[in-house]
């Protein structure tokens, strides 16, 4: 895939606006947020029977701009830093951001605003949501768009190594666990449980595609744990998100999820790949591997 150019995105149309705008929120990376929450549906309806599809699509709609207004600042603090101009090991679209300011497609203030309003958008979808499903989820989508921004934006919680942890949370614990809230009143342990399993497959996608940015986020003050270890040590740690995950599918009482084991297959993939230092195709099985598992717990559940 070739990097975004003026040529592509001039910007002269209305609708090459809105493609620009949509594709510079890098939509091919939305999975990592909209699966998880189509899990949490799946765990609603094996379980409680029933789903409310308003709020349903509210909660993709919410998450899904969270997740695209936390893309496009990262591309805007990573540029104020120097990151994403400095990174030049960097596996295009998986790493080193999605280079519309680095190739002159948009600026850094319009980056900017594009994140800013994305971020109110979903917050206003968070908020008709608590209105309709109760206070809780003020506190759940507060924390979640906080973590979002602050990922990037400075203290910048990736910084100082806790970009892992905050995916993890924003992309897998909170969405879950909030979308059971939002459907049925309660946080129960199985979908807490299912955030945190799901969260440690998230953590493998930004781990992963950290590697190749290693000297880049060195250079530029941006300590994230691959960063504070060398190439090698950070490939073969990469497989120890997988091992924390399929071993709470094995070991915790989430309920109907053996059938997401058969993601070992891409994940042991991925984990060869990268340790050999081929990153392609060691990310996209990564990613492959994160789908697999969010789509095959939502089928355990519903077949339960």
Request: aromatic share 10%; charged share 10%; net charge neutral.
């Amino acid at each position: 895939m070739s990097e975004p150019t003026s040529d592509i995105y001039h910007c002269q149309t209305t609708g090459n606006i809105a493609r620009t705008c949509f594709d510079a929120v890098r939509p091919a990376f939305l999975s990592a947020s909209i699966l998880p929450v189509l899990s949490a549906f799946a765990y609603v309806l094996g379980v409680y029977g029933s789903l409310d599809y308003l709020l349903a699509l509210l909660t993709l709609i919410s998450i899904a701009c969270i997740h695209s207004s936390a893309n496009v600042l990262n591309d805007y603090f990573d540029s104020k830093n120097g990151t994403d101009k400095a990174n030049l090991q960097r596996v295009y679209p998986f790493s080193g951001g999605s280079r519309f300011i680095q190739n002159g497609v948009l600026s850094e203030d319009q980056t900017f605003k594009l994140g800013s309003v994305l971020l109110l958008a979903g917050i206003v979808f968070g908020l008709i949501i608590a209105y309709i499903s109760g206070p809780v989820i003020l506190l759940i989508g507060f924390i979640g768009a906080v973590l979002a921004v602050f990922y990037s934006a400075p203290p910048c919680l990736a910084c100082k190594g806790l970009g892992d942890l905050t995916i993890a949370a924003c992309f897998g614990l909170l969405p879950v666990i909030g979308t059971v809230y939002s459907q049925t009143g309660a946080v129960t342990n199985s979908s807490i449980w299912l955030g945190l399993v799901i969260g440690c497959f998230v953590a493998a996608i930004l781990w992963i595609n950290s590697i190749p940015d290693i000297d880049a986020d060195k250079n530029a003050g941006k300590h994230t744990w691959p960063a504070r270890l060398n190439n090698k040590v950070a490939s073969w740690m990469h497989g120890a998100w997988f091992i924390c995950g399929f071993g709470m599918i094995l070991f915790t009482p989430i309920g109907a999820g053996y059938l997401a084991l058969l993601a070992t297959v891409p994940a042991t993939i991925a984990v060869v790949s990268v340790i050999r230092g081929n990153f392609i195709p060691a990310i996209p099985m990564t990613l492959v591997t994160h789908a697999m598992v969010c789509i095959l717990l939502g089928a355990g559940f519903l077949i339960a």
